[in-house]
């Protein structure tokens, strides 16, 4: 009786080890399948150096209420469609406004670029000055706000073309390039 069951008892292993390496081998080729995707997180993306949650964008040199964004997926880049209430920060208070059609962003270094009509207006200002151009380049290392394009000057009622303006907040000027146009000053 004992050799009779050694007659199956060693069938019935290799069989049992045949399919236990079947199993193992199906289970590495099937590996990584069916991942779930990652979740969208519906209170908005944490960046580093920034925050977006709802249409607006902010960190601690500037923010912006837009209309759509596309964003890399680790939230380092991206581009801004639709800019409307843009505020550029000066020492962590608002000091320039921008609007523009879009915007392309570094949430690492906090440059950004916008194109397009593009509208820039100083915040609080008595003299009411404000800039239309069609490309603005903000480097934030270097605080420095740079319209190389053809720029228009408006105070008041009064327009002047520029060919270019700088506006460095570090040392508190602003550089008006070759100047097209006329201008009354009041004493």
Known sequence: MIKRNRKFVRPL???IGIVLVGWLIAGIILAGRGTPPIPIPQNGITLQGGHVQGNRISTKSWSFDYKSAQLSPDGTTGTVDGVRNGIVLK??????????EQITIDTQSLNFTAVGKVHVE?????????F???LVVWTNGAKMLRMDHPSYLHSGS???????????????????????GSLDIQK
């Open 13 to 15: 292993l290799v069989g």
């Open 91 to 100: 020492k962590g208070k608002p000091y320039l406004r921008v609007s523009a």
């Open 122 to 130: 100083v915040i609080h200002d008595p003299q009411k000055r404000s």
């Open 132 to 134: 239309d151009t069609d």
């Open 158 to 180: 009064q327009t002047l073309k520029l060919s270019s303006v700088i506006i460095n907040f570090q040392t508190n000027t602003i550089h008006l390039g070759a100047i097209s």
